[in-house]
């Protein structure tokens, strides 16, 4: 059973900057896709970045996010990163990580790591 372990989230002023880590416990997790999710209190959760796996690293954005916020993986560690920059109080959140493609399937969830933004 594969489990997902999510970090880095905090308090961060507007404008700050943080990073999230996703650890995962998969065999050939080089080979999958990842994604960041991030699900804000009464709303859905949604994606907002994603990575194709192999050697491929092709990256997609929600327009929210796109030019503040990249996705990254290091296959050596089983980890992918979420490099948030020039946050917004609309980034608060409690942001997870999984694969990107619901419809081929998702792990569990893991239990995400809150990101709030305020001064």
């Known amino acids: 059973q594969v489990q997902l372990v999510e970090s880095g989230g905090g308090l961060v002023q507007p404008g700050g900057s943080l990073r999230l880590s996703c650890a995962a416990s998969?065999?050939?997790?080089?080979?999958?896709?990842m994604g960041w999710y991030r699900q804000a209190p009464g709303q859905q959760r949604e994606l907002v970045a994603s990575?194709?796996?192999?050697?491929?690293?092709?990256?997609n954005y929600v327009d929210s996010v796109k030019g503040r916020f990249t996705i990254s993986r290091d296959n050596s560690k089983n980890t992918v990163y979420l490099q948030m920059n020039s946050v917004k109080p609309e980034d608060s959140a409690v942001y997870y990580c999984?694969?990107?493609?619901?419809?081929?399937?998702?792990?569990?969830w893991g239990q995400g790591t809150q990101v709030t933004v305020s001064s």
């Open positions: 999984n694969r990107p493609i619901p419809s081929r399937g998702l792990w569990n």
């Open positions: 998969v065999s050939g997790f080089s080979i999958y896709g």
């Open positions: 990575i194709t796996g192999d050697s491929g690293g092709n990256t």
